[in-house]
């Protein structure tokens, strides 16, 4: 079994498990002491004028997944939690995502959801997980590049 086949096969295992402990989509409140993007900053000044704040991640790949976890816990530690999940979920709800209104979009980061699926499962890749990634924890995601 290869591919997709056998991340279904290993996501629906894991969600029987899953579905016992919740995703905790709580806030951080407090980001004092943390690092600022000043050139993220500077983009969010000029085309989305916000109260928001560009904070820095670890340049590692996976920023999308540490910036979750920075919002949540005001560190990085649980990263690598939200993209197990994030697999899951992008593999569980399939349906979903093909029908979803944003998904053409996503064909420009991924050739097909077999391949979107397979990126969001490795370390290091995580463009085209934002969608899976706002389903899981029910926010709503907004990304300035």
């Keep these: 079994m290869k591919g997709l086949k056998s991340l279904t096969v290993a996501a629906e295992r894991e969600n029987l498990f899953m579905k016992t402990t919740d995703v905790d989509n709580s ?25 928001k704040t560009a904070l820095c991640t670890t340049g590692d790949g996976d920023c999308l997944f540490n910036s ?23 593999v569980i709800n399939q349906e979903r995502f ?19 699926c397979l990126e969001c499962s490795q370390i290091e890749k995580s463009a085209s997980c934002m969608m899976a990634l706002s389903n899981l924890l029910n926010v709503n995601v907004e990304s300035v590049y």
Excluded at 68 to 90: D, P
Excluded at 103 to 115: N, R, V
């Design 68 to 90: 979750f976890s920075i919002h949540q816990l005001g560190n990085e530690s649980k990263s690598i939690e939200l993209r197990y999940r994030c697999t899951i979920e992008m």
């Design 27 to 51: 806030i951080h409140t407090n980001f004092e002491g943390l690092k600022h993007n000043p050139i993220s900053n500077a983009i969010i000044a000029v085309y989305q004028p916000t109260t």
């Design 98 to 116: 093909l029908k979803h209104p944003m998904y053409p979009a996503l064909l420009m980061c991924s050739p097909d959801y077999e391949d979107y």
